[in-house]
């Protein structure tokens, strides 16, 4: 895992934290045939979750319909200046996380 | 100087890594919440029943789904769901007529606003309908979005 395989922006505007990730991940739904005609195995992230300050803001559960390089993003009261964690988990059981910090 | 820092971040994760490898760290509790049953369920009623215990779910003003009239291409649409619904838990996003309707859900905390955003594939024209959980009530509101390569393979 030599490669950060998340990219996360967290800005803080206004009381109001807009956090923006992208994940880049192949998002392989299960349903997809190769050439051969045989199904590609599933391989997607089922789990992401953001912490602030220690804390569990979102919890994403994500089905094979999330697109690939799959992003995310939202808005959470507050949280300036504080550390951020974002995790992803796949299917197969892999998983990677980045911290940030918020900026404000 | 930056080369450095790099290096130790890599680090630092690839020991993640074999924490989660040996299972210090806990992804397969984390994991076993994953509804299974939910995701594979080819109704959206089966799937809200499955994921949220009830399809019982009332049409609200206060959604907003912000999505593409028309996508070219079913493989990345573009979703936004915006809600002003006090005390949300939840936000759940199905795209109709996918072979799960049910694309992603999100668990929202206290200080999370009734916002997010993500992209998501779809198989062919349909609406997207996305749901909040707030006070143990579901509430929905759908948007169509034409389709014009889907993007579900087959």
Partial sequence: MAKKSIRVRAKFKDGVTTVR???????????RKNKAGKKIPA???QEVTCDVAGKTVITSLWGGGVAKSA?????????KGEKLKLTWVDNQGKSDSVETAIKG | MKRRIFLKGSM????LGVALGAGLLTPTAVLAAWPDKAFHAKKMSD??????GSDAVEESA???????????????VPVKVISTIAGIESISIFAEKNPSPLVATFNLADNAQGFVSTRIRMGGTANVVGVVKAGGKLYSAKKEVKVTVGGCGG
């Fill in chain 1, 21 to 31: 990730a992208l994940m880049s991940h192949p998002m392989e739904s299960g349903n």
């Fill in chain 1, 43 to 45: 391989n997607f992230i």
């Fill in chain 2, 12 to 15: 630092a994760v690839s020991a």
């Fill in chain 1, 71 to 79: 992003y995310l993003s939202f808005k959470l009261n507050g949280g």
């Fill in chain 2, 62 to 76: 206060d959604i907003t789904i912000d999505v593409p009239e028309i996508a070219e291409n079913g493989n990345e």
């Fill in chain 2, 47 to 52: 799937a809200l029943n499955a994921l949220l």
